[in-house]
């Protein structure tokens, strides 16, 4: 019922940044195909990687690192404060907290099976189950009360077992409790060209017509959906159950739909077209860091994103074309991306003595970048972006 449509080579995991002592040893591999489910629509990776060798102790992505994020955490907790008034909330994948924060630690419980990042929160007073989320710890959560909300933001998208993930949330869930969930939109990337959403993490990009077809099954619907700015595009979806008749459904669930059958999204030769403009795009991003080596410029990665090593490694971009990338993350630093084994180096403000362009591998964020280095941009520096295709700006 699957049926593959692109296919990105064989990566390494994406977020496997590699120390300096183990350049040498040989990388993991694994096939990054991507295929589309005729029946409910679902796009998903082909070859998923067991939970537990991605999401470990040693977690290197944290929210709190952006602004971008932190700004869109809050504003949201200020949002279910006002339209809901929640008692008890859980988020599944709390990572460091940007989104707990937000809340009185007696009306919050967060689930983070990366125990560096759980270790975060439990030292803010924040109770934090550091396991992965399922059936038998939704039922020790909510042992004497069920949620009112449960939020999950970028998490659900990395779990495969979707049906494990939606029982649990049924059991976790008061009657009238909303669940609300936020993963990258599968319109925004196709039509972006963001082929770098794939990577092992990413086993679904979810679109609405998918999600609906999945949520069917466990007797819950979306009643309202916003389409926000965070991570290239992104839909957050309020989710009830059929029998809370506590919420009518906003005309706004059935615009998104139209607007993706419009585009095709339950059309196989929509995923075929894209995969053709992934295929070009690949040979523009080439041409361009071609052209700036034959001019001898100086050009460096900016966020180590676990997005980058997708591009990275489907384009064969490497140390050769990028000199170093420059991050924030404390973890990230005097490491090297995996594949390509460019280094990371600790982000210092732009300069335009020291580089001439470039390659924005944190692109979601250009923005919030923009504004940063904006006296490099004075100064005539110039960025790469491969988003929607690849040109200097
Ligand atoms: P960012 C991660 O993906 C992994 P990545 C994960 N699978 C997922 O789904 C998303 O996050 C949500 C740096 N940076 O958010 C920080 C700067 O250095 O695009 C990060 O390393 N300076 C969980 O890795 C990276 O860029 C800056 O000014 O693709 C951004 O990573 C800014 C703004 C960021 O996610």
Redesign the pocket.
């Known amino acids: 019922m699957i049926k593959k449509f692109l296919d990105l080579g064989s990566q390494p995991l994406?977020?496997s940044y590699i120390s300096k002592k183990n350049l040498l040893h040989k990388e993991k591999k694994f096939k990054l195909e991507i295929g589309f489910n005729k029946k409910n629509y679902l796009v998903s990776i082909l070859t998923t990687v067991s939970k537990e060798k991605m999401f470990n102790k040693d977690?290197?992505?944290?929210?709190s690192?952006?602004?971008?994020?932190r700004k869109s955490f809050k504003d949201l907790a200020k949002k279910i404060k006002e339209r809901f008034n929640p008692k008890f909330i859980i988020e599944i994948?709390s990572?460091d907290g940007a989104f707990i924060s937000n809340f009185n630690r007696k009306h919050v419980v967060g689930v983070e099976p990366c125990k560096n990042l759980a270790q975060i929160t439990k030292k803010n007073k924040y109770v934090t189950h550091s396991e992965y989320w399922n059936l038998k710890l939704a039922k020790k959560i909510t042992k004497s009360k069920k949620a009112d909300i449960i939020y999950s933001?970028?998490?659900l998208?990395?779990i495969e077992n979707l049906d494990e993930i939606f029982n649990a949330v049924n059991n976790a869930l008061s009657e009238k409790g909303v669940l609300i969930l936020e993963?990258?939109s599968l319109l925004k990337c196709i039509q972006n060209v963001a082929y770098?959403q794939f990577?092992c993490?990413?086993i679904y990009v979810f679109s609405t017509i998918a999600l609906k077809n999945i949520l069917k099954k466990f007797n819950l619907e979306v009643f309202d959906l916003e389409n926000t700015k965070?991570?290239?595009g992104s839909n957050r979806y309020y989710i009830k159950k059929m029998s809370n008749k506590n919420y009518v459904i906003n005309k706004n669930v059935k615009k998104e739909i139209n607007k993706e059958i419009k585009f095709g999204l339950n059309k196989f030769s929509t995923y075929l077209k894209f995969k053709k403009k992934v295929m070009s795009s690949k040979k523009k991003l080439l041409e361009i860091f071609n052209d700036l080596k034959s001019k001898n410029l100086k050009v460096i990665g900016?966020?180590?994103?676990?997005?980058?090593?997708t591009v990275l490694n489907y384009c064969g971009i490497d140390r050769t074309k990028v000199d170093y990338f420059?991050?924030?993350?404390s973890y990230?630093i005097n490491k090297f991306l995996p594949g390509s084994k460019i280094e990371i180096k600790k982000?210092k403000r732009l300069n335009i003595k020291n580089v001439d362009v470039v390659y924005l591998?944190?692109?979601?964020?250009k923005d919030?970048?923009f504004k940063?280095e904006k006296t490099f941009i004075k100064n005539g520096g110039k960025f790469i972006t491969h988003v929607p295709y690849p040109k200097i700006i």
Do not use: L
């Open positions: 994406a977020n977690y290197p992505y944290k929210s690192e952006s602004f971008t994020m994948g990572n933001a970028n998490t998208s990395h993963d990258p770098d990577y993490e990413h965070t991570h290239g900016y966020g180590a994103t676990a997005k980058s090593c420059v991050d924030t993350t990230k982000y591998g944190a692109w979601n964020f919030e970048i940063k």
